[in-house]
């Protein structure tokens, strides 16, 4: 009895949580849109629609200059964004939080900036499950300064291979560039110890967050992490607007990478002197619209009882997984003991591009290629996997209605 | 497998008006999804030695192949791709396509071809299955 009290409790938020995104509430092709690809992009709450909004209605003036009332309120909301950040990853303080495009131009500033401190035969550690973003600036750095990348491999589960970790960390790793969760097998990495293995090497630790800051609480001073980067729009904000977190000493010590306003202390043709942080990475006129809409998205997802919501997400992980189980077809890519709200499967004899354009025939939303990992699929000898990902709004319904269309897609093959 | 290339159907047999005749037939996504597959079945192989880098066209979910030749005025494209919706699709283009002249090819409206066949979705650049990147390729090599 009291069971069935709590699955009706269940399904009224659930209800209520969908409510909340407009998008969700349409058709697609003729059936109700179902959105298992939140890893590539989160669905957008109203209060992040709505923040957004009323800045151009109301609030709309550059930001940092003017003395009129409406840069004032425009100054007000950027930098309390920041503040929100700032609390959400518990950095020490506000000027740690700089605005980016995304986690990929954050990852960029730090290669390039960061990376410029380093010199012939230093190494860059890392891994094989990275995403391209993850990748290739440390290639470009590698490069232009004749450094050496250093690759950790997956054990056979799709897990960091901890043992080779000790292994490839020397005295010449510089920086070790490492994904906190896989966005193609939700494998969660442990940070922490990997954190702590590098700094007894001396190596500095930069931590794509991309794939975790939606579903689990990040605290960058307890994972002493030397940098930490995250995209707004893969957790409830907009798009073209990301987070690089670092250590301040190393932010200090890092040169200036874009330049222009905003940016500069003093200016003159004799030379310029640089502003403070966070600004002296913040060259030119902010996406101040982005930023507000991530510090909605920010209040939204602390509005939110994160506890349930990352037991929903892995409850429902464990019910498509068995789903998926059952179908003789499926092949599940990589079985971490912990996983993140993605699934990645190969389905017998079919390619993914098939399976995933009869399933959007069907109004099913999900990601079919190499996810932006090509490393990761020749490691795992595939051209290609299916995922689905999970958001906060996703719904036992929703998997239910992704296996019966992809049941029905197999019978159509 | 030879290693000679094999005319399509599609364009020399079977024309974009008979491709058109035997979609308006189908309804819904089932009937309409069963028959581009059964076109892809019908295309010619293409032989492994032709499938080099030179020939592929870049998808972001799957691979495809395009070779052309021209002869005296007429053109014949033969394509491979690694999805069975995508060869009925190749199949498609090919029937608008094969066995027309450089003109005739930059006259066909293939966007109003998709149009009525109820596939335009699967001609638009955000897909990312390649075959937009080939009607581009066509249109590139016949301009």
């Known amino acids: ?413 | 497998m030879s290693n000679q290339l094999i005319n399509n159907v599609f364009g020399n047999e079977i024309s974009s008006d008979d491709v058109l005749d035997l979609f308006a037939q189908q309804s819904g996504w089932e009937a309409r999804y069963r028959q581009i597959i059964l076109l892809g079945k019908q295309l010619a192989a293409l032989p492994d030695l032709f499938k080099i880098e030179e020939h592929q066209v870049d998808g972001c979910e799957s691979a495809a192949w395009l070779v052309a030749r021209q002869q005296d005025d007429s053109w014949q494209f033969y394509v491979a791709s690694d999805t069975r919706i995508v060869n009925g699709l190749l199949a498609i283009v090919l029937a608008a396509y094969n066995g027309q002249s450089s003109e005739k090819i930059q006259e066909f409206d293939i966007e109003e071809y998709f149009a009525e066949l109820g596939l335009t979705k699967q001609l638009s650049p955000s897909r990312s299955n390649g075959l937009h990147a080939v009607v581009a390729e066509i249109k590139r090599l016949t301009l």
């Not at chain 1, 025939?361 to 990601?367: D, E, L, P, T, Y």
Request: proline share 4%; charged share 15%.
């Open chain 1, 1 to 413: 009895m009291l069971k069935k009290v709590t699955n009706l409790n269940q399904e009224q938020n659930n209800a209520a949580m969908r409510a909340q995104f407009p998008v969700l509430q349409q058709q697609a092709n003729g059936y109700p849109l179902v959105y298992l690809d939140s890893a590539a992009t989160t669905q957008k709450p109203d209060p992040v629609i709505e923040a957004i909004n009323v800045y151009y209605q109301q609030d709309n003036a550059n930001v940092h200059r003017a003395a009129h009332c409406l840069s004032a309120r425009a100054t007000q909301k950027f930098e309390h964004a920041r503040d929100l950040v700032a609390q959400f990853i518990n950095a020490p303080s506000r000027e740690q939080v700089i605005w980016t495009k995304g986690a990929t131009e954050a990852i960029n500033l730090v290669a390039q900036s960061y990376g410029s401190l380093l010199n012939l035969g230093d190494e860059i550690l890392l891994s094989t499950m990275e995403h391209h973003a993850n990748i290739v600036p440390w290639q470009q750095l590698a490069q232009q300064r004749d450094l050496v990348i250093r690759v950790i491999p997956l054990t056979a589960n799709g897990e960091l291979d901890m043992n080779a970790v000790s292994e490839l960390l020397t005295e010449r790793t510089r920086i070790v560039a490492i994904t906190h969760v896989s966005n193609v097998l939700g494998s969660v990495n442990p940070i922490a110890q990997l954190v702590k293995m590098s700094h007894q090497v001396g190596a500095k630790v930069l931590v794509d967050g991309s794939q975790a800051v939606a579903h689990m609480p990040v605290d960058v001073q307890a994972l002493d992490c030397d940098f930490y980067v995250f995209s707004g729009h893969k957790m409830y904000g907009p798009t073209g607007i990301g987070v690089l977190y670092g250590k301040t000493e190393l932010l200090n010590a890092m040169p200036v990478w874009q330049t222009g306003g905003e940016m500069i202390k003093k200016v003159s043709f004799s030379g310029t002197t640089f502003n403070a942080l966070p600004f002296k990475f913040e060259p030119g006129t902010p996406n101040i619209s982005g930023v507000i809409g991530l510090g909605a998205a920010i209040e939204f997802l602390t509005s939110l009882d994160r506890v349930a919501i990352h037991n929903q997400e892995q409850v429902l992980l464990a019910y498509a997984k068995q789903q998926l189980e059952q179908l003789s077809e499926i092949t599940l890519i990589g079985s971490p003991q912990e996983q993140m709200a993605v699934i990645s499967f190969v389905v017998k004899g079919e390619h993914h591009s098939d399976i995933a354009t009869l399933l959007d025939q069907q109004g099913i939303a999900i990601r079919a290629g190499h996810h932006c990992a090509m490393p990761l699929m020749d490691a795992l000898g595939l051209n290609g996997t299916l995922r689905l990902s999970f958001g906060c709004y996703t719904t036992k319904q929703d998997v239910d209605a992704f296996i019966t269309a992809l049941q029905k897609t197999l019978e159509f093959l």
